[in-house]
């Protein structure tokens, strides 16, 4: 139930992120790079008034080194760029679609065996991903898809980095902290585009400081809990949350090619988790059959 819990509050901030971000650059109440140096800087804000509560330093040299940094950064300023012209359920499609390959391809490299449901799925998936990129009518913008695609390569082996935390606070804290100066960078060279308003200033603060910053931290905790399969997986119900938040939050429209991608895409998350489950099921039964009681039988612990 934890690990349950904490994924569910997670991919609730990660849609919340996408409606938040597309409010803002949508609106041009900030432009791409304010956006992600506010983000970053209030996420890492509120992650060191916790990590100090808790008598956690940030500052120390945690397991992520710069390679977490780097990638978190590597994911907040090309999400924030992509933003401009993607729709929130479109972007968080192309972002997850991104995510889940990395993350398999990944697992298979460790050696996870997914199931043939698991592969099923996952092909599913791409296929509905495939069709929402494709050329046609009201097919999001090229550079925006590639941009989007950078950024969730980048927290797809963010999230396979976190899999391995022991202190989620202090390591999401580390990440924040450090991946601020080069987002000062980015500003300084984009400082042609500088655009900043309060409303845009406040939904940058809410996307880093409770969204991005929380959220994250939520999410390296449930990350104890799953394999890269499965965290790959679940993460393609974000684009539904974001659509639906982007229908309520921001009067978009969902057209017919982004609702048949959602059917799709979640239908391969369905018989990806159907898959992961079965193979669960079986890894159980290998445990406890008979071969599994025979040392007991003969009285040997």
Not at 209 to 227: Q, R
Not at 275 to 291: A, E, F, H, N
Request: glycine letters at 10%; charged letters at 10%; aromatic letters at 8%.
């Amino acid at each position: 139930m934890k690990t349950v819990t904490f994924t569910t509050l997670a991919l609730v901030a990660f849609a919340a992120n996408s409606v938040l971000c597309r409010l803002a650059l949508g609106a041009e109440a900030i432009d791409p790079a304010s956006f992600s140096t506010v983000r970053l800087a209030s996420g890492a804000a509120v992650l060191w008034l916790m990590a100090a509560a808790r008598k956690q330093n940030p500052t120390q040299t945690h397991r992520s080194g710069w390679i977490s940094p780097i990638l978190l950064f590597g994911y907040a300023v090309p999400f924030s760029f992509s933003y401009t012209s993607l729709s929130a359920g479109t972007g968080a499609l192309i972002l997850f679609g991104a995510v889940q390959i990395t993350m398999i391809l990944s697992a298979l490299r460790s050696g996870e065996k997914p199931h043939p449901l698991e592969w099923s799925g996952l092909l599913v998936a791409v296929a509905g991903l495939v069709y929402l990129v494709s050329p046609g009518l009201k097919a999001p913008s090229p550079v925006s898809s590639v941009l989007m695609v950078m950024a969730g390569v980048s927290w797809g082996l963010y999230s396979i980095r976190g899999r391995g935390t022991t202190s989620p606070l202090a390591d999401t804290t580390h990440n924040f902290v450090f991946a601020v100066p080069a987002a000062v960078v980015i500003n300084g060279v984009m400082h042609s585009q500088f655009r900043l308003t309060t409303p845009g200033m406040i939904l940058a603060v809410i996307s880093g400081g409770i969204a991005s910053g929380m959220g994250y931290v939520i999410w390296y905790a449930a990350l104890t809990g799953l394999s890269a399969m499965r965290a790959a997986t679940v993460q393609l119900a974000v684009p539904v949350l974001a659509a639906a938040g982007g229908v309520l939050f921001l009067s978009e429209m969902i057209s017919l090619r982004l609702l048949v991608s959602s059917i799709v895409i979640l239908g391969g998350v369905g018989l990806a988790l159907m898959g992961r489950q079965r193979t669960s099921l079986m890894k159980t039964d290998g445990k406890i059959g008979p071969g599994a009681l025979r040392p007991m039988d003969g009285g040997q612990e």
